[in-house]
């Protein structure tokens, strides 16, 4: 979002008549979320006016605590941020962006991940028109990603980013194997909303060489399941 994020932290930049970070606040507490972590960036521009409106103007509906942590200005992927954050998670932990503004209903997403017992849930969406158009334009390799689905359970059992790819997909007989009824999709986004249990927090903050949620997930669980389709906020 540069060059909007030059003066003020993407999670201020106004949509409608609020910082983007209130519809990631309201999504979590409507869903029932009672402790909330807000990672943030330590010194940078914009930094004082987040403290204040989450300390000052915020109005928390049912949250118990919304509790603020520093991170380093080096850490880029979400891995990262979550190593900054695991003395607070104790638990199974929901992570998403604070751009993600959309109707999602994250209570259900929350349900089915424990319905199906899986270890990791991810949320996501079709692709928009332009986005889908990006690939005719130059230089625009690594902005989709290839993801498998199992057709009957939405089951995911293959995640790798267009970037990643040299010439031909890497698919295993295995794959095939364990679900033999796979749909290959490149016209889906992740919507960096994940559900996971704690076991797979603490592989990712182990392993030093993941630095993104992003295509980790089929390969750190055995049980990846995709929670459906978002809807953008009106």
């Avoid at 194997?177 to 927090?201: E, F, I």
Wanted: hydrophobic share 40%; charged share 25%.
């Amino acid at each position: 979002m540069y060059p909007l994020t030059e003066s003020m932290k993407k999670a201020m930049l106004p949509v409608g008549n609020r910082p983007m970070i209130w519809y990631a606040l309201q999504s979590l507490e409507d869903a029932g979320f009672q402790e909330i972590i807000v990672l943030i960036r330590k010194e940078t521009e914009g930094h004082n006016d987040l403290y204040r409106y989450l300390a000052e103007t915020y109005e928390s509906k049912s949250a118990k605590a919304i509790r603020v942590v520093e991170i380093d200005n080096d850490v880029n992927g979400t891995a990262d941020a979550l190593r900054a954050a695991q003395a607070h998670i104790h638990a199974g932990v929901l992570v998403m962006s604070c751009d993600l503004v959309a109707n999602v209903n994250i209570r259900s997403m929350v349900d089915e991940w424990r319905i199906r017992d899986a270890d990791v849930c991810m949320a996501l969406a079709d692709s928009l028109p332009h986005e889908r158009g990006l690939e005719n334009k130059k230089n625009a390799k690594g902005i989709k990603d290839y993801i498998g689905l199992d057709v009957e359970t939405k089951t995911v059992v293959y995640y790798t980013p267009e970037a990643d790819v040299d010439e031909e997909l890497d698919l295993s007989r295995r794959m095939f194997t364990q679900w033999p009824r796979v749909q290959l999709r490149n016209d889906l986004t992740d919507c960096h909303l994940y559900v996971m249990r704690k076991w797979v927090v603490d592989y990712i903050v182990a392993d030093t060489t993941i630095s993104s949620l992003k295509g980790t997930g089929d390969a750190v669980a055995e049980r990846v399941v995709c929670a459906g389709k978002l809807g953008t906020q009106s």
